[in-house]
T-cell receptor, first 109, second 115 residues
Framework: SQQGEEDPQALSIQEGENATMNCSYK?????LQWYRQNSGRGLVHLIL?????REKHSGRLRVTLDTSKKSSSLLITASRAADTASYFC?????????FGGGTRVLVKP | GAVVSQHPSWVICKSGTSVKIECRSL??????MFWYRQFPKQSLMLMAT?????????EQGVEKDKFLINHASLTLSTLTVTSAHPEDSSFYIC???????????FGDGTRLSIL
């Protein structure tokens, strides 16, 4: 399966700033999910947005979805050093997940 | 809740050795488990989908005789890398889900290094 693309591939910000990352996907999705991966670890599910939703919030996270453009964005507000990780946009079709290339985020204290 | 335990977390072994990795859902029943492979600074690539009590479905390009998957119960799936070689060195991650449309919960991964 083909992976979607994420932009930027890497992002470096100061603590307190907002971090925005975008992804484009290729398939017809049931939902789109964002996951986080700390270096050398497993993945943590952050948020799921269904194909009929346009925006969703969870704590400091805000996700948008534009199915006409097959794109999504993840905004992390008031970033913290602990937010340093890789973030993946994941297309979900049935049970199958297709991961984007990921955005490596570095939050400097 | 929804904890997935993966063991071992790190394996170093000689070329030709077979290595078994376990994936357990600790507090839920996982009808489906997935095995992924991740190379350094790359994304996860799905290797196979495993449903309890049936044969695993492998993605294109993944050798089923090389990567043996067993999902004998609703809480345990195993991946055996048979006759491992240096090119099999990678980070292997499992995930488990309670059903279609439910989030996948990931293990912490196994770093496999073949000398």
């Amino acid at each position: 399966s083909q992976q979607g693309e994420e932009d930027p591939q890497a992002l470096s910000i100061q603590e307190g700033e907002n971090a925005t990352m975008n992804c484009s996907y290729k398939t017809s999705i049931n939902n789109l999910q964002w996951y986080r991966q700390n270096s050398g670890r497993g993945l943590v599910h952050l948020i799921l947005i269904r194909s009929n939703e346009r925006e969703k919030h969870s704590g400091r996270l805000r996700v948008t979805l534009d199915t006409s453009k097959k794109s999504s964005s993840l905004l992390i507000t008031a970033s913290r050093a602990a937010d340093t990780a890789s973030y993946f946009c994941v297309e979900a079709a049935g049970n199958k997940l297709t991961f984007g290339g990921g955005t490596r985020v570095l939050v400097k204290p | 809740g929804a904890v997935v335990s993966q063991h071992p977390s790190w394996v170093i072994c000689k070329s030709g050795t077979s290595v078994k990795i376990e994936c357990r859902s600790l507090d839920f029943q996982a009808t489906t488990m997935f095995w992924y492979r991740q190379f350094p600074k790359q994304s996860l690539m799905l290797m196979a989908t495993s449903n309890e009590g049936s044969k695993a479905t492998y993605e294109q390009g993944v050798e089923k005789d090389k990567f043996l998957i067993n999902h004998a119960s609703l809480t345990l799936s195993t991946l055996t890398v048979t006759s491992a070689h240096p090119e099999d060195s990678s980070f292997y991650i499992c995930s488990a889900t309670q059903g279609s449309g439910q989030p996948q919960h990931f293990g912490d991964g196994t770093r496999l290094s073949i000398l």
